[in-house]
């Protein structure tokens, strides 16, 4: 069983930056990414990015490229997301996201395929 947990959110101002942690205890498949979504009051969860840690390949969502990165490190299974110049309509709970099964990059941002969850991280940006 992994678990996932988020850390780094916060209350921000417009044009700040963050960094968002997602630790996994327990080993993520090789073939699975891990992702971040959000889900902003009263929307559905979207996808933001994602990275395979074995790989070190990474997928971004139109909307947030240029001012998000995704980075990993796979001895600590260990995701971020460096979130720069941020925008009241970053404001969400970010979830972190992991799969027991493969996944395509093709489908990455797929949340229905996605096993393990984290129990969200809020940011919440102040213009």
């Known amino acids: 069983q992994v678990q996932l947990v988020e850390s780094g959110g916060g209350l921000v101002q417009a044009g700040d930056s963050l960094t968002l942690s997602c630790a996994a205890s327990g080993r993520i498949l090789s073939t699975s990414p891990m992702t971040w979504f959000r889900q902003a009051p009263g929307k559905s969860r979207e996808f933001v990015a994602a990275t395979f840690l074995s790989t070190g390949n990474k997928y971004y969502t139109d909307s947030v490229k240029g001012r998000f990165t995704i980075s990993g490190d796979n001895a600590k299974n260990t995701v971020f997301l460096q979130i720069n110049s941020l925008k009241p309509e970053d404001t969400a709970t970010y979830y972190c996201?992991?799969?027991?099964?493969?996944?395509?990059?093709?489908?990455?941002?797929?949340?229905?395929?996605?096993?393990?969850w984290g129990q969200g991280t809020q940011v919440a940006v102040s213009s």
């Open positions: 996201a992991a799969s027991k099964s493969p996944i395509s990059r093709l489908v990455v941002a797929d949340r229905r395929l996605y096993t393990y």
